[in-house]
């Protein structure tokens, strides 16, 4: 988005007249301010308060582990340090599966939190919880495809929508997602093919990951995007050595502190 035409403060308006006019859509996790405020400043569109938290960050093995108390504090964290970008807050494995009254609830204090919109997965069989969300009046972000909450119930994370069949059954989940209300929906480990047909499909925006270039947009975890850790998935790409160059600062730290190098009387009072 060039200089001119960038918003103060990211809407849902502005999100989907990046649909209109073809213009990619930028999509980052965040998990705290000072992450928060320097996507900001590099103008990220979205920050997505994702439950990857746990196992980026927290050290969980999975997503399933990350509890709604510790989702609204991450989402607290995150909209005092963005005061651009659109955040919007992952709602945790068993914050909204219950009900969609239970549902509503959680969304509700991840709104009061500072989140701009929730974000929840699956289709066809989320329907009813999306739309009684939205009768809220709280904007909801669909997940489909490949979703972490469900890996059991999956296999894993494995790609979804591959053959005639399990592609029409992830548009299906895209549609409905749509028509419940929701504003925006992510991709996961979809086929290019069918993301692309899902895209032309939808009024809405879609973001992927994992899922090709026809996408409205496009998100990564914020550790794989920035070359955190040694691994990340194979449809993400490192844009950077962060990891390494927090070490190599880390070491010199201790170096000098060990020769008594720092701190010095510049240093000093």
Known sequence: MSGSNRPQRVRLHHLTQMKERSEPITMLT????VTAQIFDNAAIDMLLVGDSFGNTL???????????DEMLMATGAVSRGAHRAFVVADLPFGAYEESPTQAVSSAVQLIKAGAQAVK???GVRQAATVKAITDAGIPVIGHIGFTPQSEH?????RVQGRGEEAAAAVIDDAVAVQEAGASGVVLEMVPARVAGKITKILEIPTIGIGAGDHCDGQVLVWTDMAGMTGWSPSFSKQFGAVGAALRDAATSYSEAVKSRAFPDESHSF
């Open 30 to 33: 965040c998990y705290d301010a």
């Open 58 to 68: 927290l050290g969980y093995g999975s997503t399933i582990k990350v509890t709604l």
């Open 120 to 122: 929840l997965e699956g």
């Open 153 to 157: 119930r999956l296999g894993g994370p």
